[in-house]
């Protein structure tokens, strides 16, 4: 058919349904915002979370872990007993749920303890070793609202179970690593520290405290606090103050045992062997409790800005314990999903669009809608991703809702072409059109924009 005739025929089937179903849309005043410290994740944001999941799920089969999730709530206790009482996490930040509850739930602020409560009512002591698992979801803190904290976080993490060879420690930080590059996040340095166990620690705390105690009245409130219920956190303290009179303490690696010695050096060791940067840091110890021996934090170190935390992590070989099952050696971290997402736009990192349909299925009059919705069906079944809106009758919106959608080909099915059993294929760039059997009309379509 002609270009001619082709916009005769357009023409006629606009003419006829020129009425706008659309309806206006004046703003109203908003009601009710989203609560304080979350956001809503938009289809934008999708695409950069659908990316650092194919990352991890990626790793996640090369290096053999496989896929957990636990229940965004869990009792309460498992977090005061498996991060500590004392801990800002517990302390100040998680959401409980006591709705007349003896024992209150709470959001999860973390996923580490979850994952060993699972370990344990799962038996997975009992499954070949290193049992390894990774996750990805929300957590929930309520932080003090401030720039790149949410009280609705999401986070990815590794963690590896029943080896306690310092490979498995370095292990995690490379695949940390590893998934960042993977993302275009390259350059990197891990901050990592030891702490020792609890045969060495106590050994550490008491020079530590002699250390602070004449000291006591020029050290913050939080730290005055510390030194009697949790005085290892002294040592991270942002206080200006706190952090001169720290600088010169004593320092952890300095009362390391010879087992947790051996097993940090051995740590470094395989750091330097797989080539990862990183820099030994003396008052990094992480603010949880069931931390023991490595600690570490990973940070986006870009030239000229300062560095941004993107995970931590560390060896807790107690917590298994703790939380009531057999003892058994762990290692793992957490990465923070909303920094990396920020690193990557400010990165311009290149991100896969989500598919855009070429095709667009316009419909006119009730036994051409009919018609229409079992095409759409074929299409499906085909593989072909068209486009539709079966909720307007106008041939005039539809053709303008497939050009505000930027689609080149419509296929326009009135009822003069169900009854002579064809379909019209406009191409909205060229503005030719020309008429198909509707019977071959998915196959040849199914050619034309491949
Ligand atoms: P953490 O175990 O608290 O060190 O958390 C590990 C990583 O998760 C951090 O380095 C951050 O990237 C991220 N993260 C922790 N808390 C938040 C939060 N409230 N909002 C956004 N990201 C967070």
Redesign the pocket.
């Known amino acids: 058919m002609g270009k001619v005739l082709g916009d005769l025929i357009l023409e006629s089937l606009v003419f006829n349904n020129y009425v706008m179903d659309e309806t206006p849309n004046t703003p109203r005043k908003i009601k009710y915002q989203r609560p304080r ?1 979350t956001y809503d994740i938009l289809p934008e944001d999708w695409v950069y979370l659908d990316m650092i999941l194919n990352s991890c799920q990626e790793m996640a089969r090369f290096y053999g872990f496989q896929r957990i999730e636990t229940p965004i709530f869990e009792n309460a206790e498992i977090f005061t007993r498996g991060i500590g009482a004392g801990t800002d ?1 517990v302390e100040k930040e998680m959401f409980l749920i006591k709705g007349g509850r003896k024992k209150p739930l709470a959001l999860r602020p ?1 996923g580490t303890a979850g994952l060993v409560r699972a370990y344990i009512e799962k038996g997975m002591g009992n499954w070949i070793k290193p049992v390894r698992l990774w996750h990805f979801g929300p ?1 929930f ?1 309520h ?1 003090k609202p401030q720039a ?4 609705q ?1 999401w ?1 990815f993490g590794f963690e590896s179970f029943g080896r306690q060879n310092p490979i498995i420690d370095a292990q995690t930080v490379q695949i940390i690593v590893n998934v960042l590059r993977k993302l275009q996040i390259k350059d990197t340095i891990t901050h990592i520290n030891s702490i020792g166990c609890d045969k060495c620690r106590p050994r550490y705390l008491k020079k530590l405290k002699d250390y602070l105690e004449p000291y006591r009245e020029y050290l913050c409130l939080d730290c005055k606090k510390r030194l009697k219920s949790n005085i290892l956190r002294t040592l991270d303290c942002k206080n200006e103050g706190c952090h001169e009179i720290l600088a010169n303490a004593p320092q952890t690696f300095e009362s390391l045992c010879k087992k947790c010695r051996q097993h940090f050096k051995g740590v470094l060791e395989f750091i330097e062997t797989l080539e990862l940067p990183y820099e030994l840091d003396h008052s990094l110890v ?3 409790d069931y931390y023991n021996r490595t600690v570490f ?2 940070f986006a170190q870009e030239k000229d800005k300062a560095k ?6 560390g060896r807790y070989d107690d917590l298994i314990d703790i939380l009531g099952g057999n003892p058994s050696f762990a290692c793992g971290a ?7 997402i920020q690193l990557m736009r400010e990165k311009s990192v290149k991100v896969k669009k989500s598919t855009v349909p070429q095709l667009f299925l316009a419909q006119l009059g009730i036994s051409a809608k009919r018609e229409a919705l079992q095409l759409f069906e074929k299409f499906r079944k085909a593989n072909v991703l068209i486009a539709k809106d079966f909720s307007r009758d106008s041939l005039k919106s539809q053709l303008s809702k497939a050009n505000r959608l930027g689609i080149r080909y419509v296929l326009i099915l009135g009822q003069k072409e169900v009854l002579e059993g064809e379909i019209i294929l406009r191409d909205m760039k060229t503005k030719t059109q020309k008429k198909i059997e509707l019977d071959k009309v998915v196959e040849k379509v199914k050619k034309k924009i491949k």
């Open positions: 410290g996490i973390e957590f803190r932080e790149g904290r949410f009280r976080f986070q992480r603010g949880l934090e990973i941004i935390a993107l995970a931590g992590g957490a990465v923070g999903v909303e920094r990396v």
